[in-house]
């Protein structure tokens, strides 16, 4: 599987949009971009995935650039129960069942 | 559709002993993962079972086993603790290879082992 690439860290304020960057330049062509995230001391939640083209679900959008070297995870109207970590992962569907976590973005939404 | 329950959720052992971490698999899933997490760091993969056969394993030592049950249950066995072996252990069921292609994993709660 790709390795990713996020930033340790990002602030959003509480009912802004939180946009998560996440650079996969290395992603082959049968990868999907899945993103989970964890809440304190919990198991990770799955939030969205895809391809190539854009995601939209109830808790997130996923935006893949054209090239996939790159997507974007927006939570449209952040909450403080947002506060997680988020992870992104390139995952090849019905292939070995192993995630590659790495120690994704700690994403802190303020009041 | 009830999802993936662990037991226990907190466990304390000493250094030397055995211990088993058990899964429910999340309804119609046929696989389970597992994963060790250490404190600040990702869920690293320790192996998966699907149709009660290892299917893939990480970079754990043979004293880390598995079971899958016919009910896609599973048991994770961990022989003579070590103290780098306390961590949140989690697994997950999927159903990998079905017709959609879906086979996203979906994750319990975790059990929090701690070596002594």
């Known amino acids: 599987d790709a390795k990713t690439t996020q930033p340790p860290s990002m602030d959003c304020a509480e009912g802004r949009a939180a946009n998560l960057p996440c650079n996969h330049s290395?992603?082959?062509?049968?990868?999907?971009v899945y993103w989970y995230r964890q809440i304190h001391s919990q198991g990770p939640q799955y939030i969205i995935h895809g391809l190539k083209n854009n995601e939209t679900n109830e808790m997130a959008s996923l935006i893949i650039t054209e090239d996939r070297k790159s997507s974007t995870l927006i939570l449209p109207h952040a909450t403080l129960r947002d506060t997680a970590v988020y992870y992104c992962i390139a995952h090849t569907q019905g292939g070995s069942e192993k995630l590659v976590f790495g120690k994704g973005t700690k994403l802190t939404v303020n009041p | 559709e009830t999802g993936v329950t662990q037991s226990p959720t907190h466990l304390i052992k000493t250094r030397g002993q055995q211990v088993t971490l058990r899964c429910s698999s999340q309804s119609g899933h046929n696989t389970v993962s597992w994963y060790q997490q250490a404190l600040g760091q990702g869920p690293q993969f320790i192996f998966q079972?699907?149709?009660?056969?290892?299917?893939g394993r990480g970079n754990f030592p043979p004293r880390f086993s598995g079971l899958q049950f016919p009910n896609y249950s599973s048991e994770l066995n961990v022989n003579a603790l070590e103290l780098d072996d306390s961590a949140l252990y989690l697994c997950?069921?999927?159903?990998?290879?079905?017709?959609?292609?879906?086979?996203?994993?979906?994750f319990g709660p975790g059990t929090r082992l701690t070596v002594l």
């Open positions: 290395t992603i082959s062509g049968n990868e999907y």
């Open positions: 997950a069921s999927s159903l990998p290879r079905s017709p959609s292609g879906k086979d996203t994993q979906y």
């Open positions: 079972y699907y149709r009660e056969e290892e299917n």
